[in-house]
Structures are given as structure tokens and as C-alpha cells.
């Protein structure tokens, strides 16, 4: 278009490019699957040294008002994606209400309103973590789910002191990466969670 | 050759026609020799070769017969026979006995030949004894014994006979090829002696022809032609004069003397042609005829001039008296002077009258002279103004040719941009329906976006969900420890398949959303596009209209332009017509005035020569 004029030939040829690139369907170039292989390699091999380092804990990291937080993996019966809830009347706001998963009727729990934590940020909350130990069994809410991954317990430091109340008693730790690890057995073990009303 | 050429001519042939005979001599003298050599070789071929072969021939022929009839006398028993068997035998001895004779006196010559021959001879000596001896013993019926001699004694003897008979035969033979050999040289070297002196001859007569011709026959044909022109006129003739001392000498030494007094003569009548009278001429003997005639004739030539010189003073007066009424000369002269006299009077008067005539000639020729002037001076100005209007007339028909030309290339022009604008017409409904296509293409692209959102939309749903399984597996492996590692693997790849789905749908609703924008603007420009195309359809009809109407006009202009052409073309070519009588007209006034002029001269030449006339004619005397 510099000198006023179209050029068509080009034009064709770009759009013919992309017909065909269209047609062929996406294929990695060998260097490509080269370059892929290689990193999967690099990274599968750096975490058997994580391995090999002794105390770790395997835990389930999620995402919640843009805060990243871990639960240990043994307690969590599954993940599961939020599609009809159904609310209940006559609970405290952290209730959000009851999901069906697989036939089985459980609470789902909306651990930022249950910390009290201020309303901050948007929440997609379409992700369910259904944590269990032998009596208790129910689903908090999370925005996404990072993945599982391994935090030493060497690497994990103390609770912030700035943190106060009823969070402070659910926390375990925070690892150097800023993600905070809930304490599962006490989630499940805590009475307030339980709600018993006659009304 | 001097001397030879300078003998007489009779002893010249008489010395070349020796020489020839003397060779014929010589060739005759060579010839008999010759043949009287053969004759006698021939006779000794035939008397000392042939003879005694021939002879010897004999002699074995009758030794063998002989032998022969002994032999038959041995085998008969019949008497008779045997006796008229012996005088066979009888008989032959005889002939053989001949034969001895002739070849004895033949072989005298050859001693060797004759030992031999005698040596036959003894050996027929003994033959014949031992063969009387056979013919007593079978007389007296002792056959047997004869026939045992014959085989013994009498046929070694025999054998010995023929071998020396036949090696003298072969030897004759030998010595008659021998001669016949010599023989043949002979007459050999008598033919190339013949063709020697026969070619000899023949040159040396050539050579005396050659000679004798150019000695005698080239002069005498030299003085032949030189005769030959001297009898047509021409004295010009030269002989060349060689020092030579015979017949021909003489005859071109005369011929030279005749030619030279010829020559004379030939110059004195030259010179009074050319009227040189004044001429001397000396005869050379009293019975030179030629000589005296011409005394004569100057004399009366010198006579008449002096009376022509009186005459041409204007003498009128003098008296001529001729020789006799043959003398043409003498009478012409009488009669011209009384032929004069009158003349001269007739001219006088003549002249008087054209005098008079000349003077009013002159008159009148001056003033037409006048006339004639003015007249083409009026005719060069005409030309003049002509030659201009015709310039004129020539710029202006090539204006209108241009204009012309001009006009038909416009209306080429208009026709062709007419066409274009047909064209262009159809161009631009062309670029409608395309970009009208564009438009429908363009929202096609953007129903299939807004397909390809939705698909997106199921893909991130899907990519979500698979993360969730991802999660569970990692989880169930955890529980599972040691036995589920392998597992946690796989479903850490899943989980990065799912991220990475993720991420490629979100760039995939970044593209679809910059194609969208780039559609509607496309969509938008289509619009504009067809519109602006529209006007341009509108727009480019009325230019096809206006351009119609403009080529019309153009052609009626060319037409106007082309006839004004033609126009002015004709106009031209009259106005050259015009010129050209003009410049005809005023060449033939130029003419004129130099005729006149030239008649106004003549008239006073005229004038002046009467004036002339009556001087001369006054100053003849007439009595």
C-alpha cells in the first residue's frame, strides 16, 4: 500500500499460505518436538531431586480472589467443577448450599465468607474441592485449580503475623512462593463448620 | 647474301634448281646401290642356305627308303619282288649320289660344315657296302643274318647320318636367319638415308622459294602497288632504294626519277592553284611536253589577273580580247564586264529608293520600340501581385489541409474514446458484481467467526474440565503412593494439555476478535466501495453521452474542414494556372520588346546602309 497500489500478488500468496496451513492442521516442526521433549525432560528430572529431598508435602494448589492457596492431597476426595447447586435456606452465608456429586447430597462451604475475609477481587467460583477425613466430608469453593505439586516442609515458613482469628488457627504455613496451605484436619475437625439449628 | 643478291636473277634460279638436282642424284645413286646389295644377299640366301638344307632333306628321305625296302626285302620271300625292291634301291643311290654333288659344291665356301658333310659321305660309303652285303645274303636266303646286320652295324650308321644331316640342316637354317637379320638393317639404314636426304631437300627448296620470293617476287610487287597508286594520283610513293646491283636495282631506281619529276610538277600546279602565278618552271628537255604546257598555261593566267585587278579597282572601262571562242575564260570575262555595267546602273537606282524606305522604317520602329517598353513593364508588375495572390493561395490550402487532418484524427479520437468509455461502462458494472461478492464473502467470514467462538467456547469448557481430571488423577495417584508415581506423571501431562488448550482458545478469541473488527471495516469499505462504484457508473454513461455528441460535432468539422481543403486545393491550382499565363504573357512582352528592339536596329542598320549603297555604287566607273 506504500506506493497507492495493492499489492495482489502478495496478498494471494498470503492467503493461499494460510489456506494451506488451514488444511494441513497444526503440527509441531521437528524442532518444536524437539524443544517440548526436551523441557519435560528437564522438568521431570528436577523434581525427582525434590524427591529426593526427605519431608515434602503433596498438596492440591487452587486459586481463590487471586490468592493461591494449598490443601494437602490426602485429604481431598476429589475435584469436582460447580455446575448446579442448590441453596439452602436458614444457613450462615458460607454455606452456599448442596451439590449432587455422583449420588451423594454434600454441603459446599465458601471458605473466604467462612475466614472473613474482605470481598476483594473477582471470583469465578466454578471449582469445587471435596476434602474428607473418616467422619466429615465436604466441598470448599475455588476459583480455578493450579495443579498438585510437592512443598518441602523445610521451604515452609510460619504463618504471617499479621494474620489474626479464625484464619489463623486453619493455617499450617506459607511457602516461599506466597501460597498458603490450609490446614485440612482442622477444617474438618472444627465445630463451627457444623451447623446445627432447629429453627 | 650480298653477293647473291647481286647476281643476275637467271644465274640465282639456275643455282637453286642445281642444288635440288644434285640431291635428286645422290638419292637415285643410294637407291640402285641399295637394291643391286639385296639381289646379290638374296642369291646367296638361296644358293649357299636353302640348297643344301633342301638337298640334305633329300638325302635322308632317300637313305630312310633305302633302309625301307632292305627291310622289305628281308621280310619277302617272293624273288621278284625282292628284285625289283633292289633296283629301287639302285635308283636311289643314285639320286643320293646327285644330292652329294650339289651340296659338296655348295659347302665349298665353309670348311667346317664340309668335314662333316664328308664324313656323311664316307658313312654312306660303308651303309652301302654292308647293304650289298644284306642283298647277297638274302639272295642267298640267309635273311636272318641280314636282318641281324641291319640291326647292329647299318642302324648305328643310319643314326648317324640323320643326327649329322640334321645338325647341318640346322646350321644352314641358322646362317639363312642370319642373313635375312643383316638384310633387314641394310634396308633400314637405306630408308632413314632416303628420309634424311628427301627431308634435306625439302628444306633446302623451301628455303630457296622463301628466298627467291623475297629477293625478287616482294620488290617487284613493291614497284606493282607503288605503280598501282601512282595511277590513282597519289605521288606520296616511296621506294626504298637498297644498294643492289641487278635487274631490280635498276627498274626501282627509274621508277624513282619518274616519281620524283611527278612530284615537281605536282607541287608547280599546287602552287598555282593556290594562285601563286608568279611560278618558274624550267622544262627539262625540248620534248618535255608536261613542262612547256605549263609555261604556257601560267602565262595566260598571269594576262587574265591583270585584267581581274583592273576590275576590282572599279574599272569598268578595260577591254579583253579572247584567244579563240574556246577560250571560256577570255568569253566569260567579256561578258562579265558588260554584265557589271549594267548592274551597276540597275543598283544605283535601286538603292536611291531603298534609302528613302529606310529612313521611314527607322521612324516608325522607334516609336513602337516606346510602346512596347511601357507595356511590359505593366506586365512584370502584374506577374508580381499574381505570384502573391498565389502564395496566398497556397498557405491558406495548407491551413485548411491541416485543419483537416486535424479534424479527421479528432474524430479517430472520439470514436476511439467513445469505445473506451463503453468499455469502461462494463468495467465498472463488473467491479459491482465483484465487490457485491466481496460483501457476501465478507459476511460469510463473519457467520463462520462467530461459529468458530462458539467451538472455542465448547474447546475452553472442555480444556477446564480436563484440568479438573488432571487434578483427581494426581490426587487418586497420591493416595495410591509409590504404585501411582507413573500416574502422577500422566496426569501431570494432562494437566499441562489442558493449560495449554486454555491458553491456545484464549489467543484463538484474541484472533477471532481482531478478525471480526477487520471484517466490519472490510464490510464497511465494500459498502463505500459499491456506492462510489455506482456514482462512477452513473458518471462514466453521461461522459459516454457527452463524448457521442462531441464525436458527431467533430466528424460535421471534419467534413467542413475536408471540403474547405478540396476547396482551397482547386482554388490553388486555378491561381497557379492564372500565374503561369502570366509569366507566359510577360515572356512573350519581353520577347517582343526585344524585337522591337531588335527591329529598330535593323531599320537603322538599314538606314545606314542605303547611305552606304549610294556611296559605292557612285564610285564605279562606268564610261
Same mark, same amino acid.
Given at each position: 500500500?506504500?506506493?497507492?497500489?495493492?499489492?495482489?500478488?502478495? !496478498?494471494?500468496?498470503?492467503?493461499?499460505?494460510?489456506? #494451506?496451513?488451514?488444511?494441513?492442521?497444526?503440527?509441531?516442526?521437528?524442532?518444536?518436538?524437539?524443544?517440548?521433549?526436551?523441557? #519435560?525432560?528437564?522438568?521431570?528430572?528436577?523434581?525427582?531431586?525434590?524427591?529426593?529431598?526427605?519431608?515434602?508435602?503433596?498438596?492440591?494448589?487452587?486459586?481463590?480472589?487471586?490468592?493461591?492457596?494449598?490443601?494437602?492431597?490426602?485429604?481431598?476426595?476429589?475435584?469436582?467443577?460447580?455446575?448446579?447447586?442448590?441453596?439452602?435456606?436458614?444457613?450462615?452465608?458460607?454455606?452456599?448450599?448442596?451439590?449432587?456429586?455422583?449420588?451423594? !447430597?454434600?454441603?459446599?462451604?465458601?471458605?473466604?465468607?467462612?475466614?472473613?475475609?474482605?470481598?476483594?477481587?473477582?471470583?469465578?467460583?466454578?471449582?469445587?474441592?471435596?476434602?474428607?477425613?473418616?467422619?466429615?466430608?465436604?466441598?470448599?469453593?475455588?476459583?480455578? !485449580?493450579?495443579?498438585?505439586?510437592?512443598?518441602?516442609?523445610?521451604?515452609?515458613?510460619?504463618?504471617?503475623?499479621?494474620?489474626?482469628?479464625? #484464619?489463623?488457627?486453619?493455617?499450617?504455613?506459607?511457602?516461599?512462593?506466597?501460597?498458603?496451605?490450609?490446614?485440612?484436619?482442622?477444617?474438618?475437625?472444627?465445630?463451627?463448620?457444623?451447623?446445627?439449628?432447629?429453627? | 647474301?650480298?653477293?647473291?643478291?647481286?647476281?643476275?636473277?637467271?644465274?640465282?634460279?639456275?643455282?637453286?634448281?642445281?642444288?635440288?638436282?644434285?640431291?635428286?642424284?645422290?638419292?637415285?645413286?643410294?637407291?640402285?646401290?641399295?637394291?643391286?646389295?639385296?639381289?646379290?644377299?638374296?642369291?646367296?640366301?638361296?644358293?649357299?642356305?636353302?640348297?643344301?638344307?633342301?638337298?640334305?632333306?633329300?638325302?635322308? @628321305?632317300?637313305?630312310?627308303?633305302?633302309?625301307?625296302?632292305?627291310?622289305?626285302?628281308?621280310?619277302?620271300?617272293?624273288?621278284?619282288?625282292?628284285?625289283?625292291?633292289?633296283?629301287?634301291?639302285?635308283?636311289?643311290?643314285?639320286?643320293? =649320289?646327285?644330292?652329294?654333288?650339289?651340296?659338296?659344291?655348295?659347302? +665349298?665356301? /665353309?670348311?667346317?660344315?664340309?668335314?662333316?658333310?664328308?664324313?656323311?659321305?664316307?658313312?654312306?660309303? =660303308?651303309?652301302?657296302?654292308?647293304?650289298?652285303?644284306?642283298?647277297?645274303?638274302?639272295?642267298?636266303?640267309?635273311?636272318?643274318?641280314?636282318?641281324?646286320?641291319?640291326?647292329?652295324?647299318?642302324?648305328?650308321?643310319?643314326?648317324?647320318?640323320?643326327?649329322?644331316?640334321?645338325?647341318?640342316?640346322?646350321?644352314?637354317?641358322?646362317?639363312?636367319?642370319?642373313?635375312?637379320? /643383316?638384310?633387314?638393317?641394310?634396308?633400314?639404314?637405306?630408308? +632413314?638415308?632416303?628420309?634424311?636426304?628427301?627431308?634435306?631437300?625439302?628444306?633446302?627448296?623451301?628455303?630457296?622459294?622463301?628466298?627467291?620470293?623475297?629477293?625478287?617476287?616482294?620488290?617487284?610487287?613493291?614497284?606493282?602497288?607503288?605503280?598501282?597508286?601512282?595511277?590513282?594520283?597519289?605521288?606520296?610513293?616511296?621506294?626504298?632504294?637498297?644498294?643492289?646491283?641487278?635487274?631490280?636495282?635498276?627498274?626501282?631506281?627509274?621508277?624513282?626519277?619518274?616519281?620524283?619529276?611527278?612530284?615537281?610538277?605536282?607541287?608547280?600546279?599546287?602552287?598555282?592553284?593556290?594562285?601563286?602565278?608568279?611560278?618558274?618552271?624550267?622544262?627539262?628537255?625540248?620534248?618535255?611536253?608536261?613542262?612547256?604546257?605549263?609555261?604556257?598555261?601560267?602565262?595566260?593566267?598571269?594576262?587574265?589577273?591583270?585584267?581581274?585587278?583592273?576590275?576590282?579597282?572599279?574599272?569598268?572601262?578595260?577591254?579583253?580580247?579572247?584567244?579563240?571562242?574556246?577560250?571560256?575564260?577570255?568569253?566569260?570575262?567579256?561578258?562579265?564586264?558588260? @554584265?557589271?555595267?549594267?548592274?551597276?546602273?540597275?543598283?544605283?537606282?535601286?538603292?536611291?529608293?531603298?534609302? @528613302?524606305?529606310?529612313?521611314?522604317?527607322?521612324?516608325?520602329? &522607334?516609336?513602337?520600340?516606346?510602346?512596347?517598353?511601357?507595356?511590359?513593364?505593366?506586365?512584370?508588375?502584374?506577374?508580381? $501581385?499574381?505570384?502573391?495572390?498565389?502564395?496566398?493561395?497556397?498557405?491558406?490550402?495548407?491551413?485548411?489541409?491541416?485543419?483537416?487532418?486535424?479534424?479527421?484524427?479528432?474524430?479517430?479520437?472520439?470514436?476511439?474514446?467513445?469505445? &473506451?468509455?463503453?468499455?469502461?461502462?462494463?468495467?465498472?458494472?463488473?467491479?459491482?458484481?465483484?465487490?457485491?461478492?466481496?460483501?457476501?464473502?465478507?459476511?460469510?467470514?463473519?457467520?463462520?467467526?462467530?461459529?468458530?467462538?462458539?467451538?472455542?467456547?465448547?474447546?475452553?469448557?472442555?480444556?477446564?474440565?480436563?484440568?479438573?481430571?488432571?487434578?483427581?488423577?494426581?490426587?487418586?495417584?497420591?493416595?495410591?503412593?509409590?504404585?501411582?508415581?507413573?500416574?502422577?506423571?500422566?496426569?501431570?501431562?494432562?494437566?499441562?494439555?489442558?493449560?495449554?488448550?486454555?491458553?491456545? $482458545?484464549?489467543?484463538?478469541?484474541?484472533?477471532?476478535?481482531?478478525?471480526?473488527?477487520?471484517?466490519?471495516? @472490510?464490510?464497511?469499505?465494500?459498502?463505500?466501495?459499491?456506492?462510489?462504484?455506482?456514482?462512477?457508473?452513473?458518471?462514466?454513461?453521461?461522459?459516454?453521452?457527452?463524448?457521442?455528441?462531441?464525436?458527431?460535432?467533430?466528424?460535421?468539422?471534419?467534413?467542413?474542414?475536408?471540403?474547405?481543403?478540396?476547396?482551397?486545393?482547386?482554388?490553388?491550382?486555378?491561381?497557379? +494556372?492564372?500565374?503561369?499565363?502570366?509569366?507566359?504573357?510577360?515572356?512573350?512582352?519581353?520577347?517582343?520588346?526585344?524585337?522591337?528592339?531588335?527591329?529598330?536596329?535593323?531599320? /537603322?542598320?538599314?538606314?545606314?546602309?542605303?547611305?552606304?549603297?549610294?556611296?559605292?555604287?557612285?564610285?564605279?566607273?562606268?564610261?
Amino acid at each position: 500500500m506504500s506506493d497507492g497500489r495493492l499489492d495482489w500478488e502478495e !496478498i494471494q500468496r498470503r492467503v493461499e499460505a494460510a489456506g #494451506r496451513a488451514i488444511a494441513c492442521g497444526y503440527a509441531p516442526g521437528p524442532e518444536e518436538v524437539r524443544r517440548t521433549l526436551k523441557k #519435560r525432560a528437564a522438568m521431570l528430572a528436577c523434581e525427582k531431586e525434590e524427591e529426593a529431598t526427605a519431608d515434602s508435602l503433596e498438596v492440591v494448589e487452587f486459586l481463590l480472589a487471586r490468592e493461591r492457596y494449598g490443601i494437602e492431597s490426602h485429604f481431598i476426595r476429589e475435584v469436582y467443577p460447580l455446575k448446579d447447586y442448590t441453596p439452602l435456606p436458614g444457613v450462615p452465608p458460607f454455606v452456599l448450599g448442596l451439590v449432587n456429586v455422583r449420588g451423594r !447430597i454434600l454441603s459446599v462451604v465458601d471458605i473466604k465468607k467462612f475466614f472473613d475475609m474482605p470481598d476483594q477481587g473477582i471470583s469465578d467460583l466454578n471449582t469445587i474441592i471435596l476434602i474428607k477425613d473418616g467422619t466429615m466430608e465436604f466441598g470448599i469453593l475455588a476459583d480455578a !485449580i493450579a495443579g498438585v505439586r510437592k512443598v518441602a516442609v523445610s521451604d515452609m515458613g510460619p504463618p504471617l503475623p499479621t494474620l489474626t482469628g479464625i #484464619r489463623r488457627e486453619f493455617l499450617k504455613g506459607v511457602t516461599g512462593e506466597r501460597m498458603v496451605i490450609l490446614d485440612a484436619a482442622r477444617l474438618l475437625a472444627d465445630k463451627n463448620i457444623v451447623i446445627h439449628h432447629e429453627v | 647474301m650480298k653477293w647473291f643478291v647481286n647476281l643476275a636473277t637467271r644465274i640465282k634460279l639456275f643455282l637453286s634448281f642445281g642444288v635440288m638436282l644434285l640431291l635428286l642424284l645422290v638419292v637415285i645413286t643410294t637407291a640402285s646401290t641399295g637394291l643391286t646389295d639385296f639381289r646379290q644377299s638374296q642369291e646367296e640366301l638361296f644358293r649357299n642356305d636353302f640348297l643344301p638344307a633342301i638337298e640334305l632333306l633329300q638325302l635322308r @628321305s632317300n637313305q630312310n627308303r633305302v633302309r625301307a625296302q632292305i627291310l622289305q626285302m628281308i621280310m619277302t620271300k617272293d624273288r621278284a619282288k625282292q628284285q625289283a625292291l633292289e633296283r629301287d634301291i639302285r635308283e636311289r643311290t643314285k639320286d643320293i =649320289d646327285d644330292g652329294f654333288k650339289i651340296v659338296s659344291a655348295s659347302l +665349298q665356301n /665353309h670348311p667346317k660344315e664340309l668335314k662333316q658333310f664328308e664324313e656323311i659321305v664316307s658313312l654312306v660309303a =660303308d651303309y652301302r657296302k654292308t647293304r650289298d652285303q644284306q642283298i647277297s645274303l638274302i639272295y642267298t636266303d640267309k635273311a636272318g643274318d641280314a636282318e641281324s646286320l641291319d640291326a647292329t652295324v647299318q642302324s648305328e650308321r643310319f643314326n648317324r647320318i640323320r643326327e649329322i644331316a640334321e645338325k647341318l640342316g640346322d646350321t644352314a637354317v641358322a646362317q639363312a636367319k642370319m642373313r635375312i637379320t /643383316h638384310a633387314d638393317a641394310r634396308a633400314k639404314f637405306l630408308f +632413314q638415308t632416303f628420309v634424311g636426304i628427301s627431308f634435306l631437300a625439302f628444306i633446302l627448296g623451301v628455303g630457296a622459294a622463301l628466298f627467291l620470293s623475297a629477293v625478287i617476287a616482294k620488290p617487284l610487287k613493291k614497284v606493282t602497288m607503288a605503280a598501282g597508286r601512282i595511277a590513282s594520283g597519289d605521288l606520296g610513293v616511296a621506294i626504298s632504294e637498297d644498294d643492289r646491283k641487278d635487274e631490280m636495282g635498276a627498274l626501282m631506281k627509274a621508277f624513282t626519277e619518274m616519281v620524283r619529276y611527278l612530284q615537281d610538277m605536282a607541287a608547280v600546279s599546287r602552287q598555282v592553284a593556290g594562285g601563286n602565278l608568279a611560278v618558274t618552271i624550267q622544262p627539262v628537255s625540248d620534248k618535255d611536253v608536261l613542262g612547256n604546257a605549263f609555261v604556257e598555261m601560267t602565262g595566260y593566267l598571269n594576262e587574265m589577273a591583270a585584267v581581274s585587278k583592273q576590275v576590282s579597282e572599279g574599272d569598268l572601262t578595260v577591254r579583253v580580247t579572247p584567244a579563240s571562242d574556246r577560250d571560256l575564260l577570255g568569253n566569260a570575262f567579256v561578258n562579265m564586264l558588260a @554584265s557589271l555595267r549594267r548592274i551597276n546602273q540597275e543598283v544605283c537606282d535601286g538603292v536611291n529608293v531603298l534609302a @528613302s524606305s529606310a529612313s521611314e522604317i527607322l521612324a516608325s520602329t &522607334t516609336q513602337i520600340a516606346a510602346g512596347m517598353s511601357e507595356t511590359a513593364t505593366s506586365v512584370t508588375e502584374t506577374t508580381a $501581385t499574381v505570384e502573391e495572390i498565389k502564395q496566398t493561395a497556397l498557405l491558406s490550402s495548407k491551413k485548411s489541409r491541416s485543419v483537416s487532418e486535424n479534424a479527421q484524427k479528432a474524430a479517430l479520437v472520439a470514436v476511439r474514446g467513445n469505445a &473506451t468509455v463503453s468499455e469502461m461502462v462494463g468495467g465498472v458494472g463488473r467491479i459491482k458484481g465483484l465487490m457485491e461478492t466481496v460483501a457476501e464473502s465478507l459476511v460469510l467470514l463473519t457467520e463462520q467467526t462467530q461459529a468458530i467462538g462458539e467451538i472455542i467456547a465448547v474447546v475452553t469448557d472442555l480444556a477446564q474440565q480436563s484440568n479438573l481430571l488432571a487434578v483427581n488423577a494426581a490426587i487418586e495417584a497420591a493416595k495410591a503412593g509409590d504404585h501411582g508415581k507413573g500416574f502422577t506423571v500422566v496426569a501431570q501431562e494432562i494437566k499441562s494439555l489442558a493449560d495449554q488448550s486454555r491458553q491456545a $482458545t484464549e489467543q484463538v478469541r484474541t484472533i477471532l476478535g481482531d478478525i471480526q473488527k477487520a471484517t466490519g471495516r @472490510s464490510v464497511l469499505a465494500a459498502e463505500q466501495v459499491s456506492r462510489a462504484v455506482e456514482d462512477g457508473v452513473q458518471q462514466t454513461t453521461e461522459s459516454g453521452d457527452s463524448i457521442r455528441e462531441l464525436a458527431e460535432s467533430i466528424g460535421e468539422a471534419a467534413q467542413a474542414a475536408e471540403q474547405i481543403a478540396v476547396s482551397s486545393q482547386q482554388q490553388l491550382t486555378g491561381m497557379e +494556372q492564372v500565374a503561369m499565363a502570366m509569366e507566359n504573357i510577360k515572356q512573350a512582352t519581353l520577347q517582343n520588346v526585344l524585337g522591337t528592339r531588335q527591329a529598330e536596329q535593323a531599320a /537603322h542598320t538599314l538606314n545606314e546602309l542605303g547611305q552606304k549603297l549610294k556611296e559605292i555604287v557612285s564610285r564605279f566607273k562606268v564610261a
